[in-house]
């Protein structure tokens, strides 16, 4: 099992990136609990609103609009584990994630390649997908395999198995995959489950995670609630990974755009732990500010780094394990 180095440990030197004190941060939670019991989130999808308005949050209707007490969203995240083991096939790639540890992933997902052979950009295929597992295997410093490039060779419909096959059978290390909605979600973990001898065995050791995401401001559609519940049905870690636009589906000042994110990302683990407390949920982050000029989202820019920074530390605050982009 992988140990790595802490992130934002208290130690004499170094440096660290501290956008919020913990009382600030405590004033960005109180923002986002007032936005989920006031304001709410829009959920697209009948059998989500059907499993929290059970539990006890307030369901519109006319709208869609689910709204959530403050001791619902509190226990929640009280519920979801700090510290998950991310298995390998092989376990001597086992990860621990949590216990404010940093670990590194490769980017997802590419759409395009220059061709090793010609030097020419072209389309991704399936072998490329099986050549990038086989790379991040070999890397040391990449502590688990995120879905890099998609197939665009094979029938689209069904192209998060494809993708899921090539890179399950081309690295031993843990997996994160969008597989697309629940039912391909399904046939997802019932591949990893034969892999490993049967469906036991996969709630032991689950080898592959999934990353899902909301849609900014304040959306989860149906292929994300979908993702949540099969994930916390299966005992398979879901990273809920939004991407509020600082100045375009989210105030520009960062505090204004994590409680924005805050709702999106804790309204899914809520709608997880409710399905099954205890469930493993990630706090994931692709947020980042809107380029005004150009209407496009500056992933890479400073100042993403600096709102992720803060995301880190809002999960750190929520003791929840963390996926954030890097500057």
Same mark, same amino acid.
């Given at each position: 099992?992988?140990?790595?180095?802490?992130?934002?440990?208290?130690?004499?030197?170094?440096?660290?990136?501290?956008?919020?004190?913990?009382?600030?941060? !405590? %004033?960005?939670? =109180?923002?986002?609990? /007032? @936005?989920? $019991?006031?304001?709410?989130?829009?959920?697209?999808? #009948?059998?989500?609103?059907?499993?929290?308005?059970?539990?006890?949050?307030?369901?519109?209707?006319?709208?869609?609009?689910?709204?959530?007490?403050?001791?619902?969203?509190?226990?929640?995240?009280?519920?979801?584990?700090?510290?998950?083991?991310?298995?390998?096939?092989?376990?001597?790639?086992?990860?621990?994630?949590?216990?404010?540890?940093?670990?590194?992933?490769?980017?997802?997902?590419?759409?395009?390649?220059?061709?090793?052979?010609?030097?020419?950009?072209?389309?991704?295929?399936?072998?490329?997908?099986?050549?990038?597992?086989?790379?991040?295997?070999?890397?040391?410093?990449?502590?688990? !395999? %995120?879905?890099? =490039?998609?197939?665009? /060779? @094979?029938? $689209?419909?069904?192209?998060?198995?494809?993708?899921? #096959?090539?890179?399950?059978?081309?690295?031993?290390?843990?997996?994160?995959?969008?597989?697309?909605?629940?039912?391909?979600?399904?046939?997802?973990?019932?591949?990893?489950?034969?892999?490993?001898?049967?469906?036991?065995?996969?709630?032991?050791?689950?080898?592959?995670?999934?990353?899902?995401?909301?849609?900014?401001?304040?959306?989860?559609?149906?292929?994300?609630?979908?993702?949540?519940?099969?994930?916390?049905?299966?005992?398979?870690?879901?990273?809920?990974?939004?991407?509020?636009?600082?100045?375009?589906?989210?105030?520009?000042?960062?505090?204004?755009?994590?409680?924005?994110?805050?709702?999106?990302?804790?309204?899914?683990?809520?709608?997880?732990?409710?399905?099954?407390?205890?469930?493993?949920?990630?706090?994931?982050?692709?947020?980042?500010?809107?380029?005004?000029?150009?209407?496009?989202?500056?992933?890479?820019?400073?100042?993403?780094?600096?709102?992720?920074?803060?995301?880190?530390?809002?999960?750190?605050?929520?003791?929840?394990?963390?996926?954030?982009?890097?500057?």
């Amino acid at each position: 099992m992988n140990r790595n180095k802490h992130a934002g440990f208290l130690q004499s030197g170094g440096l660290s990136l501290n956008m919020f004190t913990r009382d600030e941060l !405590y %004033e960005i939670h =109180l923002a986002t609990l /007032d @936005v989920l $019991q006031h304001t709410g989130v829009y959920f697209e999808d #009948e059998e989500a609103r059907q499993i929290l308005g059970d539990s006890g949050a307030d369901v519109d209707p006319k709208t869609d609009v689910v709204k959530f007490p403050p001791y619902m969203v509190e226990d929640a995240i009280r519920s979801a584990p700090g510290t998950v083991n991310l298995a390998g096939r092989d376990p001597k790639h086992d990860y621990l994630l949590g216990n404010n540890r940093v670990g590194f992933t490769n980017f997802g997902e590419g759409i395009s390649i220059v061709d090793i052979e010609t030097g020419i950009l072209r389309e991704t295929v399936k072998r490329d997908v099986e050549e990038s597992a086989v790379l991040v295997d070999y890397l040391d410093g990449i502590d688990v !395999y %995120e879905r890099a =490039l998609g197939a665009h /060779d @094979v029938n $689209q419909a069904a192209q998060p198995l494809h993708n899921a #096959e090539a890179f399950l059978a081309n690295t031993t290390k843990h997996c994160f995959h969008g597989a697309g909605n629940g039912h391909l979600m399904r046939a997802t973990i019932e591949m990893a489950a034969a892999i490993q001898g049967g469906a036991d065995k996969f709630r032991e050791r689950p080898i592959i995670s999934f990353n899902t995401c909301p849609i900014s401001p304040l959306k989860l559609v149906r292929d994300c609630t979908e993702i949540i519940i099969e994930g916390a049905r299966a005992g398979a870690l879901v990273n809920v990974l939004t991407q509020a636009l600082a100045g375009g589906s989210a105030p520009v000042t960062p505090a204004g755009t994590l409680v924005v994110h805050n709702a999106e990302v804790l309204s899914g683990i809520v709608l997880g732990q409710t399905v099954r407390k205890g469930t493993p949920m990630m706090f994931g982050s692709s947020t980042c500010p809107l380029d005004l000029r150009m209407a496009t989202a500056t992933v890479g820019s400073p100042e993403c780094a600096m709102i992720n920074a803060g995301v880190a530390a809002l999960s750190t605050y929520y003791l929840l394990p963390s996926w954030v982009a890097g500057g």
